[in-house]
Antibody, heavy 120, light 107 residues
Framework: QVTLRESGPALVKPTQTLTLTCTFS??????????VSWIRQPPGKALEWLALIDWDDDKYYSTSLQTRLTISKDTSKNQVVLTMTNMDPVDTATYYC????????????WGQGTMVTVSP | DIQMTQSPSSLSASVGDRVTITCRASQAIRDRLNWYQQKLGKAPKLLIYAASRLQSGAPSRFSGSASGPDFTLTISSLQPEDSATYYCQQSYSTPYTFGQGTKLDIK
């Protein structure tokens, strides 16, 4: 059974760096064609794709946020970490991690999401 | 970046109605178009991938199709539990992008 769970701080201050962890089970990120992505959703707004890391450690980022984002993986711990620097109140959102299989090219399993509020 | 334009942004329909939601990509994306359903307070769920393939576990009343740059999600007979927001998403190239969503209410 595939599961993903996001964890991290619920509240960060402006200019701080956010670190989120996606802990997953039921698959390995060292398996060919497996990828994990981060997506966020501000309250009442649409989904926004942030970043992706694949089994081969290739990394891809949102054009508008790429200077602030870093994605990494720890295969031994079954974790993917996303850091976002210089947080701003507009970054207040629910942050999701999701699995992509390259044969589907779709986010076929999602975590429950973690709400992050940016406020002084 | 590839822009995804969804329409309508919201609609209201009755149980049993046939409902269609459209998504257009700003450039050719082959069949790399997915549809998600998001209920209030929940994570999105994959309904359709590769434009027309029904995800395992998704009800068969959901279907997807493509015609040129336009992609359509169809619900053949609307059910009360279909009240949700629906998103399209292209996976042709990174950065992956989503449509702005269609909020579907049941009359």
């Amino acid at each position: 059974q595939v599961t993903l769970r996001e964890s991290g701080p619920a509240l960060v201050k402006p200019t701080q760096t956010l670190t989120l962890t996606c802990t997953f089970s039921g698959f390995s990120l060292s398996t060919n064609a497996m990828c994990v992505s981060w997506i966020r959703q501000p309250p009442g707004k649409a989904l926004e794709w942030l970043a992706l890391i694949d089994w081969d450690d290739d990394k891809y980022y949102s054009t508008s946020l790429q200077t602030r984002l870093t994605i990494s993986k720890d295969t031994s711990k079954n974790q993917v970490v996303l850091t976002m620097t210089n947080m701003d109140p507009v970054d207040t959102a629910t942050y999701y991690c999701a699995r992509i299989r390259r044969d589907l090219f779709a986010f076929e399993m999602w975590g429950q999401g973690t709400m992050v509020t940016v406020s002084p | 970046d590839i822009q995804m334009t969804q329409s309508p942004s919201s609609l209201s329909a009755s149980v049993g109605d046939r409902v269609t939601i459209t998504c257009r990509a700003s450039q050719a994306i082959r069949d790399r178009l997915n549809w998600y359903q998001q209920k209030l307070g929940k994570a999105p769920k994959l309904l359709i991938y590769a434009a027309s393939r029904l995800q395992s576990g998704a009800p068969s009343r959901f279907s997807g199709s493509a015609s040129g740059p336009d992609f359509t999600l169809t619900i053949s007979s609307l059910q009360p539990e279909d009240s949700a927001t629906y998103y399209c998403q292209q996976s042709y190239s990174t950065p992956y992008t989503f449509g702005q969503g269609t909020k579907l209410d049941i009359k």
